[in-house]
C-alpha cells in the first residue's frame, strides 16, 4: 500500500526532521555544557582547545613536581632550626666547662661526654632530615623544572650538616685544658655560621620556587579558561534554541496535520 505525499507535506516533513536534529544537537548541549565536543563539531577550535588542555595538565604535573620540592626544603629547613638549638646545647654544656676550675677535672669529663653525646645527636638528626628520599643535609641534590619542556630550572644543592661537615670535632682530652674548650666554642660558632649561610640560600630557592609554583596555578587556569572559551555552550542561548526549536516543531506538526 504506498501513500501518496503532496509537496507541501514533504516540505514539513523535511522540516520537521531538520528541527528534531537541531533539538537533540541542542540537547546535548544543554546536557554535558560543551558546543564542540568532537572534532566534527568545529576541527579548529577541538584541536586548539586539545592543546591548551594538554599543556594545563603538563603544567599540573611540574606544579605538583614544585610542591614536592617546597616540602623537601622545608624538610631541610626543620633540620638546620633543630641542629642550630644542637648546636646551643652543645655550646652552653662547652661554656659550662669552661666556668669550672682545672683542677675539676672529673665534672670537665663528664661534661665532654655529654658534649660528644650532643655531636652523635647531630649526626643523626641530619641523617632523619630528608623527605622522600631527598635530603639536603646530606649533601643531596635535585633539579626543579618550571615548564613542560624541562628549559626552565633550578637546581638545588645541599650541604654536609653533620658535625664532621660542620667542623664539629669530639671533645679533645676530656676537656682538661682551657684550650680545648675554646676550640669547640669556636667550632661550634663556625657551624652556626655555617647553618645561617646555608638556611638563607634554602630561603632564596624556597621563594623562587613559591613565585613559580604561583604563576603555573595563574597559567593553567588561563589555559582552562582558553578550554572553556573555546568549548562551552552558552547555557542562557542554549535554552533559548530548546524553546523556539520546540515551538517550531509544534507549529510543523500542526502544519503537517492541516497539509494532510
Known amino acids: 500500500m504506498s501513500i501518496t505525499l503532496t509537496s507541501g507535506m514533504r ?9 528534531s536534529k537541531l ?56 633540620g638546620i632550626t633543630a641542629l ?30 655529654q658534649f660528644d653525646s650532643l655531636r652523635t645527636q647531630i649526626d643523626e638528626l641530619a641523617d632523619d632530615a630528608g623527605y622522600k628520599g631527598v635530603n639536603f643535609l646530606t649533601n643531596d641534590a635535585m633539579s626543579v623544572f618550571f615548564d613542560v619542556d624541562t628549559s626552565s630550572s633550578l637546581s638545588l644543592t645541599g650541604f654536609n650538616g653533620t658535625s664532621g661537615g660542620l667542623g664539629i670535632v669530639a671533645a679533645a682530652a676530656a676537656w682538661a685544658a682551657n684550650t680545648d674548650i675554646d676550640a ?9 655560621t655555617t647553618l645561617r ?7 632564596n630557592n624556597l621563594s623562587v620556587i613559591t613565585v ?27 535554552g533559548a534554541n530548546m524553546l523556539m526549536l520546540q515551538t517550531r516543531q509544534a507549529l510543523g506538526i500542526t502544519s503537517l496535520s492541516m497539509a494532510s
Open 23 to 78: 533539538m537533540e544537537m541542542t540537547q546535548s548541549r544543554l546536557a554535558t555544557g560543551k558546543r564542540v565536543q568532537t572534532a566534527l563539531d568545529d576541527p579548529l577550535n577541538f584541536f586548539a582547545a586539545e592543546n591548551h588542555q594538554q599543556r594545563a595538565n603538563d603544567l599540573a604535573f611540574r606544579k605538583d613536581a614544585m610542591g614536592e620540592a617546597i616540602q623537601t626544603i622545608k624538610s631541610a629547613d626543620n
Open 212 to 238: 613559580r609554583q604561583d604563576f603555573t596555578e595563574k597559567m593553567i587556569n588561563t589555559l582552562e579558561d582558553g578550554v572553556a572559551n573555546l568549548t562551552n555552550a552558552d547555557m542562557n542561548e542554549e
Open 11 to 19: 516540505q514539513n516533513l523535511f522540516s520537521l526532521q531538520q528541527t
Open 84 to 113: 642550630t638549638d644542637l648546636i646551643a646545647a652543645a655550646k652552653a654544656t662547652a661554656q659550662s666547662a669552661l666556668s669550672l676550675s682545672t683542677t675539676a677535672t672529673t665534672e670537665r669529663a663528664a661534661l665532654a661526654t
Open 197 to 203: 649561610t646555608e638556611a638563607k640560600e634554602l630561603s
Open 184 to 192: 669547640a666554642i669556636t667550632n661550634l660558632d663556625n657551624a652556626r
